[in-house]
Each structure stands twice: as structure tokens, then as C-alpha cells.
């Protein structure tokens, strides 16, 4: 079971340079979630996605783009990458919005500004 | 605004050692509570979630409660090993002014001696 796959593990950009995070989930789940973990901050919500075409902002979206064009597919967009982006970004899902079932989460991408 | 919070930050143990995990949490308005594991450089495992109708749940060596009135949920590890080192996490699922989130804590890093 691939489960939640994340692409790149590691990635070193400059300032200003732009990229896209991939998440893919073949668990046919609706919700999607892209968070970064940041040392003595824990985890906070960039955006999530409660199904294909419907996108919405978390707690800090500013910097970043999504999208939801199918069902496994969230991938996380940087515009112009700055310093107080270089984190650790998680990918997670979960079978449906507002349940109780568990969320699912990739191994990360280690991203680091210059 | 929802809180966790989680102590303590670090716990080291010497193997066998029966050990409880704290996480208190600031509105009692949640769906669920989620414990997580976190091995160094990967992302999170789901361990146990519990319910907001339920107070525990057990799998294998773990038990975690829930007192939600009180804000509290602990994670207990019955004769701990030295694979269980890693960080844990716990985490609630509002149901108010953001439900599609996992409101994180900040973790405890279990250190267990052979």
C-alpha cells in the first residue's frame, strides 16, 4: 500500500524561485491537507481540500497555492520562495471531512530557502 | 482558540518501564482526539484515535483515555522498548471555527534505554 506518497523528499531553492510539492493518496480519500512542522511551532494547517475542485485556506496560507483537479492529487505550489519558508511540509488525508476516521500522513519534504 | 498542549517535551526511560504520556487541551469541543508517532526524518504514524463519545482506546502495548470535560487525554506505554523512542504527538479535531483542521501539540520525544 503506497498510502500517501510526497515528492521531493529534499529540496534547496533560492529565494524567489518558484516550485511545486507533490502529494498523491491512493486511498480514494476526499480530504486532503498540506501542513508544516516548524521546530517549537508543532504543526499548522497551509491548506486543505474537501474533495476534487474545492480548495480552501488553513491557518497559514500566505506564500502558497493548491489545487484539486482529481480525487489523489493536491499538490502545493510556492509563488516565490522566501526564507521563512524553509520548513518541513506534510501532505496528509483522511476518508472524508469532519469524521472520525484517522488522517494519513506522507513522509514529508524537507524544503530549504537560501 | 483551541490549545495543546504537551508535557513534558522530553521523557527518558529505562526499558520495561511502564510510562503515561500527557496531553491537555484548552475547549472541550472537539470530534476526536488523534496520538501520532514521529520517528526522526519520517512523518506520522497514526496510533490510536478516540472518538469525543468515547473515554479509551487500546492497541497492543498503548492505551489512551479521554476526559474531555477536563481537557485531558494521556497515552500509556505498558513495558516500554527501545523502538518505541520517537516523538509523540497528539492532536484534536475541533468541531468549531475550523473542524477541517488537526489542532497539534508540540510533542514529547521518548527517549527509551536499553
Known amino acids: 500500500n503506497a498510502g500517501v506518497t510526497q515528492t521531493p523528499k529534499f529540496q534547496v531553492l533560492k529565494t524567489g524561485q518558484s516550485m511545486t510539492l507533490q502529494c498523491a493518496q491512493d486511498?480514494?480519500?476526499?480530504?486532503m491537507s498540506w501542513y508544516r512542522q516548524d521546530p517549537g511551532m508543532g504543526l499548522r494547517l497551509i491548506h486543505y481540500?474537501?474533495?476534487?475542485?474545492?480548495?480552501d485556506q488553513g491557518e497559514v496560507p500566505n506564500g502558497y497555492n493548491v489545487s484539486r483537479s482529481t480525487t489523489e492529487d493536491f499538490p502545493l505550489r510556492l509563488l516565490s520562495a522566501a526564507p521563512s519558508q524553509t520548513s518541513v511540509y506534510f501532505c496528509?488525508?483522511?476518508?472524508?471531512?469532519?469524521?472520525?476516521?484517522?488522517?494519513?500522513f506522507g513522509d514529508g519534504t524537507r524544503l530549504s530557502i537560501l | 482558540k483551541q490549545e495543546v498542549t504537551q508535557i513534558p517535551a522530553a521523557l527518558s526511560v529505562p526499558e520495561g518501564e511502564n510510562l503515561v504520556l500527557n496531553c491537555s487541551f484548552t475547549d472541550s469541543a472537539i470530534y476526536n482526539l488523534q496520538w501520532f508517532r514521529q520517528d526522526p526524518g519520517k512523518g506520522l504514524t497514526s496510533l490510536l484515535l478516540?472518538?469525543?463519545?468515547?473515554r479509551e482506546q487500546t492497541s497492543g502495548r498503548l492505551n489512551a483515555s479521554l476526559d474531555k470535560s477536563s481537557g485531558r487525554s494521556t497515552l500509556y506505554i505498558a513495558a516500554s522498548q527501545p523502538g518505541d523512542s520517537a516523538t509523540y504527538l497528539c492532536a484534536v479535531r475541533p468541531t468549531q471555527g475550523g473542524s477541517e483542521k488537526l489542532v497539534f501539540g508540540k510533542g514529547t520525544k521518548l527517549t527509551v534505554n536499553p
Open positions: 481540500s474537501v474533495g476534487a475542485g474545492i480548495t
Open positions: 496528509a488525508s483522511s476518508r472524508h471531512p469532519y469524521s472520525n476516521q484517522p488522517q494519513h
Open positions: 486511498m480514494n480519500h476526499e480530504y
Open positions: 478516540i472518538q469525543s463519545s468515547q
